[in-house]
């Protein structure tokens, strides 16, 4: 990230007797930038202590002579070459004046006679500067690594996820001493994060939440994040959430068609409804058990202007599974007229008279009572769910209906077995146990390795009619 280097780095004209000390020190071309050793108190941190100046030498350039200096083949390596510091800077003893252009030298000794005549003819002379660094100049990384012990340096964390303003990481135990001094500096040195907090091990078995620590920042866990140009809200710290999932919703929404009919069972907050809605024109049923998930997944539906086309409920997955089928074919979605229009290009049709007739075409179309996906993504336990389906349809109409156009469900699960083939095994044969029958279409895919022996899988299977009617 660029930054404005003016704010954390500061030079100013040294006396002629402090330089020529400095200079009998400084007699080569590697500027060291490394931050200073850090020995203050560690919470919080004296910033004081990462002040460090460099003496420099600067050339007194003309302004019209400065682009000729800085691309010469002989001056190039010669300039200041630190990042975030740029190599022209005004005359602070003289702002109209001159620009001084910042060598990595510290004594005009060490130009060597070609780069020294050029600069003798195009600058008008060399001036003796302190290049000043602080606490704002370095990175995290260059921080923490100033203030932890040797022995922690190398494992030292370099970064964290993000959800929102909450930054989040999984510290391990030797850095626990260190946490509100980790938690400060990555607080510092992110303008966007608002919240630095800690993972602890424990996660409530039921609803996948984490507890959490706040290293640093506000105690404020409601976030506000974007996935797929839609906005959720929701409180970090009573709801599921994972960014990691990002890839997985857009290739389950990738999957559905325009229009169809979606039932989520676990939906958390939304990732999956509120796309699919938004994006695809499904329809859709969004359940989740968690009351905080259901309250935000409501907000989420109102915020991204997709009430029309997700209706959401707090009950047990089992139980919502059993009466998804009866709900839409009792309570049928209106039609699928096309995409859905934005509000300028609808308001724009409706000046037209086009509108109206969209309208006229919905009539003739049917309703959508069938449910054309299920996603089950709870992967420790969504498998034991499965014998929901069993029965599910239950009258004649129904079945009828879904005639040659039964859904898929796609199904997160986990397995302990590494390669693919395995894995693909042990998942349809626990599939088929729940559900009593045979799979005769399905699909596997990786999602992610979640542990060293666990890894993430979605099967996609085609419900067989067999199962559902009753
Ligand atoms: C792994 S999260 C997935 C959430 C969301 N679909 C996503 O991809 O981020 C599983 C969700 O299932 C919900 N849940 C857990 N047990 C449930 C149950 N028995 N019935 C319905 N929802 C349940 C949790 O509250 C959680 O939001």
Same mark, same amino acid.
């Given at each position: ?47 004081? *202590? ?8 600067? +050339? ?44 990595? *030298?510290?004594?005009? +000794?060490? #130009?060597?006679?070609?780069? #020294? ?7 008008? &002379? ?32 370099? &970064? ?54 706040? #290293? ?22 009573? @709801? ?11 290739? *389950?929404? &990738?999957?559905?068609?325009? &229009? ?6 676990? +939906?958390?907050?939304?990732?999956? +409804? ?53 709900? @839409? ?89 590494? /390669? /693919? ?7 349809? /044969? ?28 979605? *099967? ?7 199962? @559902?009617?009753?």
């Amino acid at each position: 990230m660029l930054r404005d280097t003016t704010k954390f780095i500061t030079f100013r004209l040294l006396d002629k007797r402090r330089f020529a000390m400095s200079r009998n020190l400084h007699h080569k071309s590697h500027l060291d930038t490394s931050p200073p050793e850090y020995n203050g108190p560690l919470h919080p941190l004296d910033k004081s *202590i990462f002040r460090k100046a460099i003496p420099i030498l600067a +050339a007194r350039v003309p302004a019209s002579q400065t682009a000729k200096v800085l691309n010469s083949e002989l001056t190039r390596s010669f300039l200041v070459g630190i990042p975030k510091v740029r190599p022209v800077v005004s005359n602070p003893a003289d702002l109209q004046g001159d620009r001084l252009v910042l060598l990595r *030298i510290s004594n005009q +000794a060490e #130009l060597p006679p070609e780069p #020294l005549e050029f600069l003798q003819k195009h600058a008008n &002379g060399f001036v003796d500067y302190e290049l000043e660094l602080d606490y704002d100049y370095w990175t995290a990384s260059d921080i923490l690594q100033a203030v932890l012990p040797e022995p922690l340096r190398a494992g030292a964390p370099v &970064g964290f996820a993000t959800t929102g303003h909450v930054a989040h990481m999984n510290l391990n135990d030797e850095y626990l001493p260190y946490k509100k001094t980790i938690g400060q500096i990555f607080l510092d040195k992110n303008k966007l994060i608002k919240t630095v907090v800690n993972k602890l091990d424990n996660i409530d078995t039921q609803f996948r939440v984490f507890d959490m620590e706040v #290293l640093a920042g506000e105690h404020n866990f409601v976030v506000e994040h974007h996935e797929s140009d839609c906005r959720f809200t929701f409180d970090f710290s009573q @709801v599921y959430w994972n960014s990691r999932l990002h890839t997985e919703h857009g290739r *389950i929404v &990738g999957l559905l068609k325009p &229009g169809q009919v979606l039932a989520d069972s676990f +939906a958390g907050v939304g990732p999956f +409804a509120i796309p699919a809605a938004k994006n695809k024109s499904c329809a859709v049923l969004a359940n989740d058990l968690n009351p905080s998930s259901f309250k935000y997944l409501s907000k989420n539906v109102e915020d991204n202007g997709v009430s029309d086309l997700v209706r959401v409920s707090c009950e047990d997955g089992r139980e919502f599974i059993r009466n998804a089928f009866q709900r @839409v074919f009792d309570t049928p979605f209106p039609p699928y007229t096309g995409p859905k229009l934005s509000k300028t290009l609808a308001r724009k049709l409706e000046k037209q008279g086009k509108r109206v007739a969209e309208t006229k075409a919905s009539d003739s179309l049917p309703p959508r009572k069938t449910i054309d996906h299920f996603i089950m993504n709870l992967p420790d336990t969504a498998i034991q769910f499965l014998d929901a389906f069993r029965g599910a349809i239950t009258s004649r109409e129904m079945m009828d209906a879904y005639e040659s156009k039964m859904p898929l469900v796609h199904c997160h699960c986990f397995t302990r077995e590494l /390669e /693919e083939d395995k894995a693909a095994a042990d998942i349809k /044969e626990r599939v088929e146990e729940k559900l009593g029958h045979e799979l005769k279409e399905y699909s596997v895919a990786h999602v992610r390795s979640v542990a060293p022996n666990k890894e993430m899988y979605c *099967i996609a299977f085609r419900l067989p009619s067999e199962v @559902v009617y009753g």
